[in-house]
């Protein structure tokens, strides 16, 4: 489960930028999750309530979350599509070759106070 040691680095991380703004109280967190990063959201909201325990600013805060889908352009034909639903083959010339255009990013895009 490597959703804890990226979920603790990104509250690390808000309870920082709130300690240097002089927030005393975050009310909530949004991460932008890309489904290509292998992260399962369903952990990220299991475990925030414990990791933010370890942090008095964050602590009692709501996690948002905004799912990021996978997206590529295929190399060969240049069709777009979602990676996952077409379990990483183009579904139009069936490819493997890619550029992947989205879905691997995971970063805190809001505090909100």
Same mark, same amino acid.
């Given at each position: =489960?490597?959703?804890?040691?990226?979920?603790?680095? /990104? #509250?690390? =991380?808000?309870?920082?930028? /709130?300690?240097?703004?002089? #927030?005393?109280?975050?009310?909530? !967190?949004?991460?932008?999750? $890309? @489904? %290509?990063? $292998?992260? %399962?959201?369903?952990?990220? @909201?299991?475990?925030?309530?414990? #990791? /933010?325990?370890?942090?008095?600013?964050? @602590?009692?805060?709501? %996690?948002?979350?905004? !799912?990021?889908? +996978?997206?590529? !352009?295929?190399?060969?034909?240049?069709?777009?599509?979602?990676? =996952?639903?077409?379990? +990483? /083959?183009?579904?139009?010339?069936?490819?493997?070759?890619?550029? !992947?255009? +989205? $879905?691997?990013?995971?970063?805190?895009?809001?505090? $909100? #106070?």
């Amino acid at each position: =489960m490597h959703e804890i040691g990226a979920l603790h680095q /990104a #509250v690390k =991380m808000v309870d920082q930028v /709130a300690k240097e703004n002089q #927030v005393e109280k975050v009310k909530y !967190i949004t991460l932008e999750i $890309g @489904e %290509l990063t $292998g992260f %399962l959201p369903v952990f990220f @909201e299991k475990y925030f309530p414990v #990791v /933010a325990e370890d942090f008095p600013v964050v @602590e009692g805060a709501e %996690l948002r979350m905004k !799912i990021v889908r +996978g997206q590529a !352009i295929c190399t060969q034909c240049e069709t777009l599509y979602n990676v =996952m639903r077409c379990e +990483g /083959a183009c579904p139009k010339c069936k490819s493997r070759e890619k550029k !992947i255009l +989205g $879905g691997t990013e995971f970063k805190v895009v809001d505090i $909100g #106070v």
